[in-house]
């Protein structure tokens, strides 16, 4: 098989898969509603905490839209790795290696399109953050750790978890080109196939970001404050909702 086609199928296959609206089916199980229809309308996470009113659901279905990117991204490039790549007469090789982890950033993409603008839901879905953290989860752990630590400096600088998502997950897309490769996973091995996956995560998240960014502009969004969470003056739900 072309090695083209092996990846249109993971880009359908990925698209497919994460277009399976979690969130949403939750909020109709909890409340009947539909989620598009609720608070800022978007299909994640945080709005099913705003349809519900319930931390435990709002994880619940978080959880589950993880669980769902991860495996829009896993199995399709799964199986072709073991089928295709790990069978092929260059197999050990760079030009092979760097084929693979292509193949695992078209499957990341994939994934958060179809997060993103479901095909089940006509379009309207999500914003992407489940699925920035599945794709490093799944493609390299050491890249989530680096989110995850740079994640509470961003925010508190800048304040606004919109602008904060799309930063860090552009800085970690850099420094996954300069990732040592005795940190890199025997899956992807490509920091360039690594960055390209987080830097086409970062454009597609920037791309569902015009309102956020139009309230930042008028003032109407407001900061998070992290520092007043750690010091028991707000509380976490409550910050994260801004």
């Known amino acids: ?3 083209s086609i092996v990846y249109i199928l993971i ?4 698209y497919l898969i994460g277009s399976v609206p979690f969130s949403w089916i939750v909020t109709k199980l909890k409340t009947g509603e539909d989620l598009r229809e609720i608070g800022s309308g978007n299909v994640g996470g945080r709005n099913v905490y705003r349809a519900t009113k ?3 659901w709002a994880i619940f279905a978080g959880f589950l839209d993880v669980s769902r990117s991860l495996t829009a991204m896993a199995v399709p490039y799964i199986i072709t790795w073991k089928y295709y790549f790990t069978s092929s007469e260059l197999i050990s090789s760079w030009f092979n290696d760097t084929l693979a982890c292509f193949a695992l950033a078209l499957s990341g993409i994939g994934a958060i399109l179809g997060h993103n603008w479901p095909i089940y839901l006509f379009s309207h879905g999500g914003k992407g953050i489940t699925v920035v953290i599945a794709s490093m989860a799944f493609a390299n752990p050491i890249l989530l750790g680096f989110w995850i630590l740079l994640w509470p400096i961003i925010i508190t600088i800048v304040g606004y978890s919109s602008i904060t998502y799309i930063v860090v997950t552009f800085l970690v897309g850099v420094i996954a080109l300069f990732l040592p490769s005795v940190m890199l996973m025997p899956w992807a091995k490509c920091n360039l196939g690594l960055a390209v996956l987080l830097f086409g995560i970062t454009i597609i998240m920037l791309s ?3 309102d956020n960014f139009r309230k930042i502009r008028s003032g109407e969004a407001k900061k998070m404050k992290i ?3 750690f010091r028991g003056k ?3 739900s409550d910050e994260a909702l801004k």
Do not use: D, N
């Open 1 to 3: 098989m072309h090695i």
């Open 11 to 14: 880009f359908i296959s990925s």
């Open 54 to 56: 319930s931390t435990p």
């Open 208 to 210: 569902r970001q015009g």
């Open 227 to 229: 520092i007043k969470v």
């Open 234 to 236: 707000s509380k976490l």
